[in-house]
């Protein structure tokens, strides 16, 4: 008895662990079409054929007639593209034994699923100049939802979070394979669109209700997370007067304000502080004493838009859109080695020379240069500029610009170029050649590839259909990122099963 009882256990592992090995997974909805195929080995094959057929059939001859993609392989996990969204599909795995011959797998199922940033009767990404170089990349589009290749066709979409249809900001792949994206509160998920961790919902650095996330989040190498939120502070703020040359308010004057200020939170995987920054403890020792705001009020809006975290130095660069400064901070132990952009005098006096204006998405290059999408904000009729500039080696000195590139805006005439709103959005991600992918703000939210000889490498405009006047119109987007390598494509849709790696994270999951 003891036996038998052993066999049925054995017999019902291997049951489980060969249906573990078979992916797509029977029957599933897919929210994408790039899929990684998974099935039981065999050592004893010369090689493996996937076969896939539109629709869904139990019948060979049905199948047959109906196959869409074949594909051989000489192992056990074949990543496939099938043709549409909106759509089922059937397929079997072929097991080539030479001269035994061949023996095939039971048909399996499956479907993609469709949203209308996928159909692409509505929403589109039109090709403008095709790619010359990196023609196996991917680009996600937040606005979008949505993961496209260079050629413009849609192959993932983010389908709904814990029963939500979100939009969100700054979607991107991780170090390790995942999908982060901006929201509140923010979230890792993987391939399926399964949640892997969330921040907490509750105020635990700003000890408000809320952490009020926002702009950016990015998970590190060392498998923490980080991400911006507010903070509302009381701040002493004395407004300078020019005309008595002394630092004196009028009854109109209020020293103390409660004013908003901005948070850098490191979550570790269980959802723990594990270190925080806060702006308004920097400004209030800053030359933000003599920032008079041009329409004469006492609020300050520093708005912090995005950092990057260089982890190599230990070095965290915090921009601050609406006073046009970057910091830099060092990590961990928060105090500010660097400031860059404009800086301000008693009088209200400016200094530097106004190198950006309402920046975005600064970095750091491979070659150490700090670079940025300058929105170019101050000028009303400029077009956003990409700027390189290296950095000083003492405090005292200032950046120094060494690669601009002017952004272009394609079948738009100079009335529309003046009256494109650039002060929001924006994004640059450095590619293994030093090329340059580039998203730009506003209302013209196009993408492209720029050399580092300023040759166009591709671009392309993100386009919705509007049904009132039957015609294509730009979308806005707040932020685009690449996937720059097939390994990196690939580690993320093996990972489409990824499950929260710890118990610790999955209680964060429930507990907040």
Not at 195 to 217: C, D, M, R
């Amino acid at each position: 008895m003891h036996r038998l009882c052993l066999l049925s256990f054995l017999l019902l592992v291997l049951s489980f662990t060969l249906k573990a090995q078979i992916l797509p997974k029977e029957q599933s909805v897919l929210n994408y079409r790039l899929i990684g195929f998974s099935f039981p080995p065999n050592n004893k094959i010369l090689d493996y054929t996937l076969e896939i057929a539109k629709g869904s059939y139990s019948t060979e001859e049905c199948f047959k007639e109906n196959i869409v993609k074949t594909i051989h392989s000489a192992t056990n996990k074949i990543i496939g593209e099938v043709p549409s969204f909106g759509s089922q599909y059937t397929w079997r795995a072929v097991y080539n034994f030479g001269e035994a011959g061949n023996k095939v797998t039971a048909f399996f199922h499956f479907s993609t699923g469709i949203i209308p940033a996928v159909d692409t009767s509505i929403t589109r990404l039109k090709i403008i100049q095709p790619a010359l170089k990196f023609t196996h990349g991917y680009v996600f589009l937040d606005d979008n939802k949505t993961l496209y290749d260079m050629d413009g066709n849609p192959v993932w979409y983010l389908p709904e979070i814990e029963g939500r249809s979100i939009t969100p900001r700054d979607l991107k792949i991780s170090p390790q394979g995942t999908i982060t994206l901006m929201y509140d509160p923010p979230y890792e998920i993987n391939y399926n669109g399964d949640v892997l961790w969330k921040a907490p919902t509750k105020g635990i650095v700003n000890g408000e209700i809320s952490e009020n996330y926002n702009h950016e989040f990015t998970k590190l190498s060392n498998g923490h997370y980080m991400v911006l939120g507010e903070d509302s502070a009381v701040w002493a703020h004395s407004i300078y007067s020019s005309k008595h040359n002394s630092l004196a308010g009028n009854n109109n004057d209020v020293p103390f304000r409660k004013m908003q200020f901005g948070t850098l939170i490191e979550y570790d995987e269980q959802g723990t502080v594990a270190w925080s920054w806060k702006s308004s403890e920097y400004f209030a020792q800053s030359d933000l004493r003599y920032f008079v705001p041009q329409n004469g009020s006492h609020d300050i809006d520093v708005h912090e838009n995005s950092f990057y975290f260089d982890e190599k130095h230990n070095n965290i660069y915090i921009s601050f859109k609406n006073i046009n400064r970057i910091i830099k901070v060092k990590y961990p132990e928060g105090t500010v080695i660097n400031t860059y952009g404009v800086k301000y005098k008693p009088g209200a006096s400016k200094t530097n020379d106004d190198l950006f204006c309402g920046q975005h998405a600064c970095k750091l290059s491979e070659n150490g240069y700090l670079y940025l999408f300058n929105n170019n904000s101050c000028d009303s009729t400029g077009l956003p500029k990409v700027m390189l500039m290296e950095e000083p080696e003492t405090a005292s000195e200032g950046l120094k610009k060494i690669w601009e590139y002017d952004c272009t805006t394609e079948g738009s005439s100079e009335h529309l170029n003046s009256m494109h709103n650039f002060i929001a959005g924006g994004n640059v991600e450095e590619l293994p050649d030093h090329s340059i992918f580039v998203c730009m703000s506003g209302g013209y939210s196009k993408l492209f590839i720029v050399s580092p000889e300023k040759e166009i490498l591709w671009s392309a405009i993100p386009e919705r259909k509007s049904p009132l006047e039957n015609n294509w119109q730009q979308v806005s987007q707040y932020r685009a990122s690449i996937i720059k390598s097939r390994k990196d494509l690939e580690r993320l849709i093996w990972n489409a099963e990824a499950s929260p790696s710890i118990t610790e994270t999955a209680h964060v999951l429930t507990s907040h």
